[in-house]
């Protein structure tokens, strides 16, 4: 087995179990923020995080190991190094929320290609909560902060991403910034990944179509051949009958 068939094996392997540890930290993340536990909870909570965070570097470090072209793939995989890195600077540890993003997309995009009423709503859905959350935390202690509850951030993410922008809401501080410069890139390759979606299910069904009427049509062309032949065949068959009736006609 070559490097690159233990790379795909590895990461078609790998999908599920990390949109289940995403999902975990979604969960965690979603009790820090909303919660707001303190004590014993908050130390859980705390480790669930680490513990997430420990399970993407570990697939991280093995990735790279697996790569038959390790310079390469690290140049290709800058996004993935950043969730990797990020947890470390707490100044930009909400970035680390891309994660979930990044790996339920992958691990249902192939499962769902097609349906993309489904797609998108999720897809706005998990982008939604997700930055309402992370803008929600750095927004809420903030001095003349305009978010300070799960409502008003809920609001500014819907107003974000769809790109309408009331100006009512906006971010103070610089990571709510980020965070939200950040939505609006994600809504924007989000339809992105719609329209190539669509496009990508109309080829594929045209050339599926073209293909039977192709076949179909391949298949008329040879019937009628074989009908022509069987004329020609009857045909030669009367004329040599008849020759001989002429010939022996007294």
């Known amino acids: 087995m070559t490097m690159q068939q233990r790379l795909d094996r590895w990461e078609a392997r790998a999908e599920w179990p990390l949109a289940s540890v995403a999902a975990v930290f979604l969960a965690a993340y979603s009790v ?9 909870a908050a130390r859980l909570v ?46 930009l540890r909400l970035l680390r929320l891309v994660v979930l993003i990044g ?13 993309v ?9 998990l982008l939604v909560y997700v930055a309402s959350l992370a803008v929600l935390q750095t927004e809420r202690g903030a001095p003349d902060a305009h978010i300070t509850d ?8 819907m107003t974000t991403i769809t790109t309408v922008g009331y100006g009512d809401m906006y971010p103070v501080t610089t990571t709510g910034r980020v965070i939200a410069a950040l939505l609006m890139i994600g809504g924007i390759s989000l339809v992105g990944s719609i329209t190539a979606t669509i496009a990508s299910w109309i080829v594929q069904t045209v050339a599926v179509d073209d ?5 179909v049509t391949a298949a008329h062309i ?20 008849d020759g001989w009736r002429n010939d022996h006609r007294p």
């Open 46 to 91: 705390e480790l669930a995080t680490l513990v997430t965070w420990a399970v993407f570097t570990a697939d991280y470090a093995a990735r790279l190991y697996l790569a038959p072209n390790r310079k390469h793939w690290f140049r290709t995989h800058l996004v993935d190094l950043a969730i990797v890195v990020l947890p470390l600077l707490r100044p």
């Open 103 to 115: 790996v339920l997309q992958k691990a249902v995009g192939h499962a769902i290609r097609g349906k």
């Open 150 to 157: 799960f409502g008003d951030a809920i609001w500014w993410a």
């Open 222 to 241: 040879n019937d009628l051949r074989a009908e022509i032949a069987s004329l020609r065949e009857e045909l030669r068959r009367e004329s040599v009958v």
């Open 117 to 125: 009423i489904v797609y998108t709503i999720s897809g706005a859905i």
């Open 211 to 215: 293909a039977a009427s192709a076949a």
């Open 32 to 40: 820090e923020v909303l919660v707001q536990p303190h004590g014993l």
